[in-house]
């Protein structure tokens, strides 16, 4: 069973930068897409970020595009999401989640998430 953990949360100024990672656990993890998402307190959770099983292909909400950059370690089984020039607007619990099928925007197109990171970004 696979299993992930999000790090690198934190408390950051608008217009600063933080990296988020997630480590997963399974031999499998370098035949399976990855995604983020996140969750701000009264909304539903949002699509971030996706990047196929090679890393090579990456699909981008348009909140986020030109801003966050998702990448993935195969050896190491870790998936980053580079984030800059953050607004307040993106502060919310950040989730990585393992593709399943359907719709890569989607949450139910995911099968496996992390417990989240907590990202809020002061004005």
């Known amino acids: 069973q696979v299993q992930l953990a999000e790090s690198g949360g934190g408390l950051v100024q608008a217009g600063g930068s933080l990296r988020l990672s997630c480590a997963a656990s399974?031999?499998?993890?370098?035949?399976?897409?990855m995604g983020w998402f996140r969750q701000a307190p009264g909304k539903e959770r949002e699509f971030v970020a996706h990047i196929n099983s090679n890393g090579a292909i990456t699909y981008y909400a348009d909140s986020v595009k030109g801003r966050f950059t998702i990448s993935r370690d195969n050896a190491k089984l870790m998936v980053y999401l580079q984030m800059n020039s953050l607004k307040p607007e993106d502060t919310a619990v950040y989730y990585c989640g393992k593709r399943r099928k359907g719709t890569l925007t989607a949450e139910k197109g995911y099968d496996v998430w992390g417990q989240g990171t907590q990202i809020t970004v002061s004005s």
């Open positions: 399974g031999r499998t993890f370098s035949s399976y897409a």
